[in-house]
């Protein structure tokens, strides 16, 4: 199975500052298609995790553009430009390029 | 709007079943694969399953392989999940899910709660 390995797994942020999140896959998230499916999950304190990102850099519906995705291959990082007190909760990376798809361990940001 | 709503779960033993469905409305669910995913209490998530907008394959993580089986009523707008054999680490909430890796469909249920132990 691909491992995905995020770090930090804890990120203390202040208010209005900027944060990123690091995620490595054990192995090219390149899909024989030239599609690299690589998500970005939030999970606020309480709710569903709900989708962010998909396809590495493209946002999901309602998503704040504060919120961005970039790397290739192996390395991923999600941006956040400014952090809002919304944004507490926990992130996960997820890779579905190859089966079974799998997540990171979760990054939990919090509020300095 | 879209809406998956859980049901069936519960506390059972070790060794027994348990039926989870998930309800869907406010979209044409026989165009969807439809997916599981578990999240073990203070742990992270786990995608355990997913079938074919036709019912025609389906995939499952190897924990759960010969024990839980998928499947849908695309006639009634279900999901379900079978889960036979159950184990304390299966112990999770379990969310239906539907979504397309390469595009921004996605939307989760709220979950149910699953709890095996005696």
């Known amino acids: 199975d691909v491992v995905m390995t995020q770090s930090p797994l804890s990120l203390p942020v202040t208010l209005g500052q900027p944060a990123s999140i690091s995620c490595r896959s054990s192995?090219?998230?390149?899909?024989?298609?030239?599609?690299?499916?690589l998500n970005w999950f939030q999970q606020r304190p309480g709710q569903s995790p709900r989708r962010l990102i998909y396809?590495?850099?493209n946002w999901d519906s309602g998503v704040p553009d504060r919120f961005s995705g970039s790397g290739s291959g192996t390395d991923f990082t999600l941006k956040i430009s400014r952090v809002e007190a919304e944004d507490v909760g926990v992130y996960y990376c997820?890779?579905?390029?190859?089966?079974?798809?799998?997540f990171g361990q979760g990054t939990k940001v919090e509020i300095k | 709007e879209v809406q998956l709503v859980e049901s069936g779960g519960g506390l059972v033993q070790p060794g027994g079943s348990l039926r989870l469905s998930c309800a869907a409305s406010?979209?044409?669910?026989?165009?969807?694969?439809m997916t599981w995913v578990r999240q073990a209490p203070g742990k992270g998530l786990e995608w355990v399953a997913s079938?074919?907008?036709?019912?025609?394959?389906?995939l499952y993580v190897d924990s759960v392989k010969g024990r839980f089986t998928i499947s849908r009523d695309n006639a009634g707008n279900s999901l379900h999940l079978q889960m036979n054999s159950l184990r304390a680490e299966d112990t999770a909430v379990f969310y239906c899910?539907?979504?397309?890796?390469?595009?921004?469909?996605?939307?989760w249920g709220q979950g149910t709660q699953v709890t095996v132990s005696s």
């Open positions: 406010g979209f044409t669910f026989s165009n969807y694969w």
């Open positions: 899910v539907t979504e397309d890796r390469g595009s921004g469909w996605t939307h």
């Open positions: 079938i074919k907008p036709d019912a025609s394959g389906y």
């Open positions: 997820m890779q579905e390029t190859h089966w079974p798809w799998t």
């Open positions: 192995r090219s998230l390149v899909h024989s298609d030239g599609n690299t499916y």
């Open positions: 396809k590495v850099s």
